[in-house]
Every structure is written in structure tokens, then in C-alpha cells.
């Protein structure tokens, strides 16, 4: 059974910086893509950031990103740690929203990010 746990949310300023991390345990996801969705209040969840695994055709630690983080957000991987990171730069109070990690069909909990202006 996998387990997913967020952790790193909180209150900052408009411009400020977080990182949130993932800590996975359970089987071995270094074969598979992790993510960072989002879902803010009245909102779908959508994806926020990913990075491939050993597994992927093209490789592992292959980035793709939203568009409204692009140049903002990084996504790093720690294979050996099975932790997943999410570098927020330049917050948004567009950004505010509850932060998901993700990996197949599993969801951690949720940290919640809340960006003031």
C-alpha cells in the first residue's frame, strides 16, 4: 500500500516562496510519474507539475508543467529519499489552493497554500 504525505504549505505574501514536499512509502514508485495538482475552492483539481520516472520512455526526471507556473514552480525528485518537491517562487494569490501530491492512483492529503495580496 503506497502512502503519500504533503507537508510545507502555509500563509505567504504575494512574491514569497514555499516548498512543499511529498514523502511516498509503501512499494517503490521510482518507475512511475509523480505529480503536484491543485485544486483551489469551487475549482477542478488540475495539474500542477510532474516528473517522469525510471520507467518512462523517455526517461527519468522529465519535467512538464502548467503553464501558469511555468517559470515560477519547480518539481525535483529524491529517488533514493522517495520524496517529491514543489519550489514555489513568486507566489500568486492565484496559487492559493489546497496542493496534492500524486502518484497513479494514489493522493496524499492535501497541504494548503494561501497566498495573500
Known amino acids: 500500500q503506497v502512502q503519500l504525505v504533503e507537508s510545507g504549505g502555509g500563509l505567504v505574501q504575494a512574491g514569497g516562496s514555499l516548498r512543499l514536499s511529498c514523502a511516498a512509502s509503501?512499494?517503490?514508485?521510482?518507475?512511475?510519474?509523480m505529480g503536484w495538482y491543485r485544486q483551489a475552492p469551487g475549482k477542478q483539481r488540475e495539474l500542477v507539475a510532474s516528473?517522469?520516472?525510471?520507467?518512462?520512455?523517455?526517461?527519468?526526471?522529465?519535467?512538464n508543467y502548467a503553464d501558469t507556473v511555468k517559470g515560477r514552480f519547480t518539481i525535483s525528485r529524491d529517488y533514493a529519499k522517495k520524496m517529491v518537491y514543489l519550489q514555489m517562487n513568486s507566489l500568486k494569490p492565484e496559487d492559493t489552493a489546497v496542493y496534492y501530491c500524486?502518484?497513479?492512483?494514489?493522493w496524499g492529503q492535501g497541504t494548503q497554500v494561501i497566498v495573500s495580496s
Open positions: 500524486n502518484a497513479l492512483t494514489y
Open positions: 509503501g512499494a517503490s514508485l521510482s518507475l512511475v510519474r
Open positions: 516528473v517522469t520516472g525510471a520507467g518512462s520512455v523517455t526517461g527519468a526526471g522529465n519535467t
